[in-house]
């Protein structure tokens, strides 16, 4: 906690992190505050100002700019509360990024072009094609075994002039940079110009885990990882799905994966067998209203297991030449698929109507207009349309 100032504030609109409307509130600048703002590949901190949340923290200049939902009095006295977790956890996360880094290159020679920290996970970008599962394995071990080690991490500020700065690593400073930089320094490790928070001592990590490398931008690979207690609670979600996959399939967890595949067998043979099933039903529906006496001019039908050979199959079995088909699968109170089947003429006539009526899209050829629906419980009506279409055809029928 930290008690400061209000020096202005002023309405504002926040657009959502993961998009949508955007949010009204209020801009506050304080005298000073303990809320880092975005940088650095770093996300910006919560907490509250009084019992006000603080939403995001952006930095404009010098300042740090904290968008509210609530108006706050310019010269009132404030105190501000740190959301502690989220920024142990960023602190953690960005402390491992600094070691992975350094150790990365001294190793191996890789240099870090850019790191992001997620919500789940954290990725740096190291500018070479390819690292090997050994070199990860290797990488992973070296960085806990300084972890263990206890190295102190420390912070000091150069004056911008300062030659030593040439030995430090970095990036480059923003454009807008004033007055003095700030440097994070792992003993005997690296030095690093940063902006952002730190842990105090590399056991506060507690441990690194390397999830794997993913293709990154050209000549570049992405390195995924986890430190402190996102691995901890990456290791409890992995725990709860193998007690869930343990009692489902009835077998310890070394033996979930043949358990698995031997699933994935059956139920491919079943859908084989399923699909062969349908086929014959559907040459059995359709010889069955070819061998009445008087063959209708329009056939209905539904079902809800089936697809869109199903339905052509029996439109084929039928033939459209003289009858109009109308068939469905799929749940009667949802969305499903559609064929409007028969004569050419007739079948450009009703098609965009029939999708129209079941709110659905659909595109047709040679007599044939079949799509998705998404009100299949409209069938009545596209049957009405239909009904009265082949009375208007033929009057005496």
């Not at 996300?43 to 904290?66: K, Q, W």
């Not at 030593?164 to 990036?171: A, G, K, N, P």
């Not at 690194?208 to 993913?214: A, F, N, R, S």
Request: a negative charge.
């Amino acid at each position: 906690q930290f008690t400061t100032r209000v020096v202005s504030c002023r309405a504002a609109e926040l657009r959502p992190e993961g998009g949508g409307e955007p949010v009204r509130g209020f801009q506050v600048v304080l005298e000073d505050t303990i809320l880092f703002p975005e940088g650095g590949g770093q996300p910006d901190d919560r907490g509250l100002i009084g019992d006000v949340p603080v939403l995001r923290v952006t930095r404009r200049g010098p300042e740090a700019v904290h968008f509210v939902p609530a108006a706050l009095e310019p010269g009132a006295e404030v105190l501000l509360s740190l959301d502690w977790e989220r920024r142990f956890d960023h602190m953690q996360q960005h402390s491992g990024q600094h070691l992975i880094t350094a150790v990365a290159e001294q190793m191996f020679g890789f240099k870090t072009t850019s790191w992001e920290l997620g919500r789940q996970r954290s990725v740096i970008e190291l500018d070479t094609p390819l690292v090997t599962a050994e070199q990860v394995e290797a990488l992973e071990k070296s960085v806990n075994e300084k972890i263990r080690d206890r190295v102190p991490v420390t912070v000091r500020e150069l004056a911008a002039d300062d030659p030593e700065i040439e030995t430090v690593r970095s990036r480059g400073l923003p454009d807008d940079h004033a007055g003095p930089v700030r440097v994070v320094d792992i003993k005997g490790i690296d030095s690093n110009l940063c902006c952002g928070t730190h842990v105090s001592n590399l056991s506060d990590l507690q441990v690194i885990k390397l999830l794997g490398v993913e293709k990154g931008k050209k000549n570049k690979t992405n390195l995924v990882f986890l430190a402190g207690n996102r691995v901890l609670k990456s290791l409890e979600q992995s725990h709860s799905t193998e007690k869930a996959l343990t009692s489902l399939l009835k077998n310890g967890p070394g033996e979930h994966i043949e358990a698995v595949k031997r699933l994935q067998n059956s139920v491919k043979l079943l859908q084989k067998n399923n699909l062969n099933l349908l086929r014959d039903m559907a040459v059995l529906i359709a010889r069955d209203f070819k061998s009445k006496p008087a063959p209708k001019q329009l056939f209905v039908l539904h079902r809800k297991e089936g697809d869109s050979e199903f339905m052509n199959i029996i439109a084929n079995e039928i033939g459209t030449e003289e009858t109009l088909l109308f068939l469905t699968v799929g749940d009667e109170k949802e969305a499903g698929l559609f064929l409007l089947a028969g004569p050419v003429e007739a079948v450009e006539n009703l098609g965009p109507r029939v999708a129209e009526l079941l709110d659905g899209k659909g595109a047709g050829k040679r007599g044939r207009f079949q799509g998705k629906a998404t009100k299949m419980s409209r069938r009545g009506e596209v049957q009405a349309l239909l009904q009265e279409f082949i009375s208007h055809q033929n009057p005496g029928a």
